[in-house]
């Protein structure tokens, strides 16, 4: 198992809630500027599939919901319609920042964790994995929901950005349907997409100006939340 033994570094971020024209018009423009991410299918986009975990009384959505300065939440992610590339990750905030640790798992893994077998996490050396397994104990962690969308994300290497833009999201009526994509059928917010920015230490003018759409401001948005909205 190969150990992300990385420096954790604090990104920026936003977010705008977008329609669908808006969507439109910013998806020809930044890909006039940018290009896509290389992992995208032949259409420009790839589904991303999210199982969040949360604890009893709902700490992770809590400190959402309250705008909480420093908080972290779990989650699995695969991408497309297998789990063959399947990774735990932990995002964090704080300040206003960013940041998000990952650990791969086999699906095989992914589905213990989902019948509730976790003793392979503590025999890792992976401090993700321990510290993930120790939450579970001690803070009762456990799945609450599903997150899936279209994914459309562009790069630009001066700041490191990445810019994505986040379309149909839907969840599933049970977490346990996580490796049955094809099950996921609720779906959340229609017809709105969600465009993020992240960038380490500036934003390049060029950026700044190509993701502007006029009468929007930055938003909280969290589709984690969202779907939790249609639990």
Known sequence: MMIDRTPL??????KHLLSSPEDRILSARLGRLFPRDSHAGPEGTYRV??????????RALRQKLDGTDSREKFRLRYYGNSPAFLRLEKKIKKGGLCAKRQARLTPEQGRFLLEGNT???LQSQDPLLIEFYSKLQGQLLSPRTV???EREAFLHPAGNVRITLDRHICTGISWR?????????????????VLEVKYDAF????????VQTPGRTTCAYSKYAACRRSD
């Open 49 to 58: 599939y999210s199982l969040y975990f949360d604890t009893p009384d709902d």
């Open 147 to 149: 997150v899936c969308y």
């Open 9 to 14: 570094t604090f990104r920026h971020e936003y």
């Open 177 to 193: 349907n996580f490796f049955s994509p094809e099950i996921l059928e609720r779906s959340v917010d229609p017809g709105r997409t």
């Open 119 to 121: 003793d392979f996490l």
């Open 203 to 210: 934003l390049p003018d060029i950026v700044r100006m190509a």
